[in-house]
């Protein structure tokens, strides 16, 4: 069942089209996270959701009901923000109490809510303390639990871990995904880590320019970006971009500086092209195989070290293929060498073609 | 003989550039202390001893004459009652004008920085630019105004005019104070189902005690110390302490009681000065505050 839905939506600052036509359905207990570049209009889709910004054109509907005029406090939501927002003058109680108090809600049941929030949340002990006195993890805990009390069915995170440090980062992601899988309630997640988009979403929505660029499992993300501009986003490295001539017919092919990379066992999407077209072939560093296996590959050939980064488990190697940029993970076990000749290889299957002038995936 | 050197880099005791700093501040502390303790001296003295002109002297005979004449019976033009009717006359004035333009302009800044309405630039590019226009010109009008009101020389109306002249500033103080906070907060307070009060009580205000403080210290010296309001639009009656201390002073009747004129002048003077002692720290956070964000 639907439990969000946003149809055709607009929003304009003057003469600028901050979100154009945008169409998203959230499913019920779906975990969608917003991804993209600072400025790509994420933010601003999850704070018309929220209803903290009047929308220019379209509707939104939660759990079928038409919300599009209707105030933050009316649309069964619960927020947390990057910076925590808690109320500095009030105590940890206090915060988590503070929407149920305005909603009416009686005494009693604010007690039994607050109560198992901070269970959930583990912040029984930190109920009479103020936000100052407490840590930054602890602090993005109360924001949570403020969404919790609430007992809405759409939780709308913008940002929440990036104002923490990598480890507590981490160890919260972690948490979140429990709470979503204990609570099995639909969240609305913005960020522009990819790390968390991919290991906390059901499904992933890539925004650029105010556009929804695609809305996929991480898996399909990554395996098969839509688009150029999607490619480079996901994956750290990023992916590796050869610029050439695809030829098309019987037996596909990627020309590059003289190189050739047969490509029949590519799946081309919906038709396979025809004829000669300059192309781009992305292919992940990760993809990239070094050393015997190499050869065994549908495409194989020598490259030179030229800068090595050692990230502990495995190693980045930076190298030039017939002359355009080419980075290849190896395992961080091996010793490499700068200067050293290496024999790489990889797959088509694993690699994506994308036409140069429209960056779409073929 | 040279020192390997390790640790804490050895400080001068006589630093010149510490000594030139120093000089400079004690020649200014002696610049503005000076006129103050001539005041108090020749307030302490009696006019005899006042008489003989040694203006830095200290009183050989202490005497508290003046200051009970300056309070209680100095003849402020036609009444000879001292300046207690002007120090009652401006706490009349001056309560209501700082509690009623601190809340409204409060309100506004608040207003303006988090409920963004159609034309709020506009509103406040004119406030601003109410502030730049000199007082004089808007004299007339404003006299016009407050008879057609019907209070025009009353406490009611110097309220009034106070009030209204207090408005660019504040507004713009709270503004700026207003939108350093974070945004966020706001949201937040919204989707927890506050409205526009409740998140002005109950979230805004309790995190705004520097910019009031700032607030009522700029409203409190300005009021007090405002003369041409006062004397234009009080009525006689309800002159305020200044108008009241100029009378005394310029008093063209009798012997120049200079040691009266200084207790006067001294007593005029005492609510502002005890105001930046007790809030020295706030005011210079507030308007350090009020000038870096906007």
């Known amino acids: 069942?639907?439990?969000?839905?946003?149809?055709?939506?607009?929003?304009?600052?003057?003469?600028?089209?901050?979100?154009?036509?945008?169409?998203?359905?959230?499913?019920?207990?779906?975990?969608?996270?917003?991804?993209?570049?600072?400025?790509?209009?994420?933010?601003?889709?999850?704070?018309?959701?929220?209803?903290?910004?009047?929308?220019?054109?379209?509707?939104?509907?939660?759990?079928?009901?038409?919300?599009?005029?209707?105030?933050?406090?009316?649309?069964?939501i619960g927020m947390v923000f990057q910076s925590y927002a808690l109320y500095p003058q009030m105590s940890v109680r206090g915060n988590l109490s503070f929407g149920l108090k305005n909603a009416r809600i009686p005494k009693p049941e604010i007690e039994k809510r607050v109560a198992r929030a901070a269970e959930i949340l583990q912040i029984e002990s930190l109920l009479h303390r103020k936000?100052?006195?407490?840590?930054?993890?602890?602090?993005?805990?109360?924001?949570?639990?403020?969404?919790?009390?609430?007992?809405?069915?759409?939780?709308?995170?913008?940002?929440?871990?990036?104002?923490?440090?990598?480890?507590?980062?981490?160890?919260?992601?972690?948490?979140?995904k429990r709470l979503h899988q204990k609570l099995n309630n639909t969240m609305i997640y913005v960020t522009h880590d990819q790390i968390e988009a991919l290991t906390l979403a059901d499904r992933i929505?890539?925004?650029?320019?105010?556009?929804?660029?695609?809305?996929?499992?991480?898996?399909?993300?990554?395996?098969?970006?839509?688009?150029?501009?999607?490619?480079?986003?996901?994956?750290?490295?990023?992916?590796?971009?050869?610029t050439g001539r695809l030829v098309a017919g019987e037996k596909p092919g990627f020309?590059?500086?003289?190189?050739?990379?047969?490509?029949?066992?590519?799946?081309?999407?919906?038709?396979?092209?025809?004829?000669?077209?300059?192309?781009?072939?992305?292919?992940?560093?990760?993809?990239?195989?070094?050393?015997?296996e190499a050869v065994k590959k549908a495409f194989s050939h020598t490259v030179e070290?030229?800068?090595?980064?050692?990230?502990?488990?495995?190693?980045?190697?930076?190298?030039?293929?017939?002359?355009?940029?080419?980075?290849?993970?190896?395992?961080?076990q091996l010793s490499v060498k700068v200067g050293e000749e290496l024999?790489?290889?990889f797959d088509p299957v694993s690699a994506s073609l994308f036409d140069s002038k429209t960056e779409i995936r073929l | 003989?040279?020192?390997?050197?390790?640790?804490?880099?050895?400080?001068?005791?006589?630093?010149?550039?510490?000594?030139?700093?120093?000089?400079?501040?004690?020649?200014?502390?002696?610049?503005?202390?000076?006129?103050?303790?001539?005041?108090?001296?020749?307030?302490?003295?009696?006019?005899?001893?006042?008489?003989?002109?040694?203006?830095?002297?200290?009183?050989?005979?202490?005497?508290?004459?003046?200051?009970?004449?300056?309070?209680?019976?100095?003849?402020?033009?036609?009444?000879?009652?001292?300046?207690?009717?002007?120090?009652?006359?401006?706490?009349?004035?001056?309560?209501?004008?700082?509690?009623?333009?601190?809340?409204?302009?409060?309100?506004?800044?608040?207003?303006?920085?988090?409920?963004r309405f159609r034309g709020a630039e506009v509103f406040f590019t004119i406030l601003i630019f109410g502030?730049?226009?000199?007082?004089?010109?808007?004299?007339?009008?404003?006299?016009?105004?407050?008879?057609?009101?019907?209070?025009?020389?009353?406490?009611?109306?110097?309220?009034?005019?106070?009030?209204?002249?207090?408005?660019?500033?504040l507004t713009l103080l709270f503004r700026n104070y207003f939108a350093s906070l974070p945004q966020e907060l706001f949201k937040a307070a919204r989707v927890d189902g506050a409205g526009f009060w409740g998140i002005f009580f109950k979230i805004m205000v309790p995190m705004s005690p520097p910019i009031f403080v700032v607030a009522i210290i700029l409203q409190v010296t300005g009021i007090w110390n405002d003369f041409l309001f006062g004397v234009i639009f009080a009525g006689t009656k309800n002159f305020p302490m200044t108008v009241q201390l100029n009378n005394i002073v310029n008093s063209s009747q009798g012997v120049k009681e200079y040691n009266v004129n200084m207790a006067a002048t001294i007593l005029t003077g005492a609510v502002p000065l005890a105001i930046y002692f007790l809030s020295g720290k706030y005011f210079v956070r507030g308007i350090a505050a009020g000038a870096v964000k906007g």
């Open chain 1, 305 to 332: 070290v030229e800068v090595v980064e050692p990230m502990g488990s495995d190693t980045l190697v930076w190298s030039k293929l017939a002359d355009q940029e080419f980075r290849f993970r190896m395992d961080g």
């Open chain 1, 255 to 292: 020309n590059f500086n003289g190189l050739d990379v047969d490509l029949s066992r590519y799946a081309f999407n919906d038709t396979t092209p025809s004829g000669e077209s300059e192309a781009w072939l992305g292919i992940r560093p990760e993809h990239i195989h070094v050393g015997p």
């Open chain 2, 131 to 169: 502030s730049f226009i000199p007082y004089q010109v808007m004299l007339y009008p404003l006299v016009i105004i407050t008879r057609e009101l019907g209070i025009f020389g009353s406490l009611t109306g110097v309220i009034f005019i106070h009030t209204i002249f207090g408005m660019p500033i």
């Open chain 1, 131 to 176: 936000p100052a006195e407490l840590s930054g993890g602890q602090r993005q805990r109360v924001a949570i639990g403020r969404a919790l009390v609430r007992e809405v069915d759409v939780f709308l995170f913008d940002e929440p871990l990036s104002n923490l440090d990598a480890k507590l980062r981490a160890e919260l992601r972690v948490e979140i």
């Open chain 1, 1 to 76: 069942m639907k439990s969000i839905e946003i149809k055709d939506l607009s929003l304009s600052f003057g003469d600028f089209k901050v979100l154009e036509k945008l169409n998203l359905d959230i499913y019920d207990g779906e975990f969608l996270v917003l991804l993209g570049a600072s400025g790509c209009g994420k933010s601003t889709l999850l704070n018309c959701v929220a209803g903290l910004l009047d929308i220019s054109d379209g509707q939104i509907f939660i759990k079928g009901k038409n919300v599009t005029w209707k105030e933050p406090k009316d649309r069964d």
């Open chain 1, 343 to 345: 024999m790489i290889g």
């Open chain 2, 1 to 115: 003989m040279s020192i390997e050197p390790i640790g804490t880099r050895p400080r001068r005791t006589f630093d010149p550039t510490r000594m030139m700093i120093y000089l400079v501040l004690a020649v200014a502390a002696i610049y503005y202390l000076l006129p103050l303790y001539v005041m108090i001296v020749t307030s302490l003295k009696g006019m005899p001893e006042v008489r003989l002109g040694n203006i830095f002297s200290p009183p050989v005979e202490i005497t508290f004459e003046p200051w009970a004449k300056a309070w209680d019976t100095a003849c402020t033009g036609l009444y000879c009652e001292g300046l207690k009717v002007g120090f009652w006359n401006s706490m009349q004035i001056l309560i209501p004008s700082v509690v009623i333009s601190i809340a409204i302009a409060s309100v506004n800044g608040y207003a303006l920085s988090f409920w």
């Open chain 1, 205 to 242: 929505a890539i925004m650029r320019g105010g556009k929804v660029q695609q809305l996929d499992t991480p898996q399909v993300i990554y395996n098969h970006p839509v688009n150029k501009y999607v490619a480079a986003f996901i994956g750290s490295p990023g992916m590796n971009f050869l």
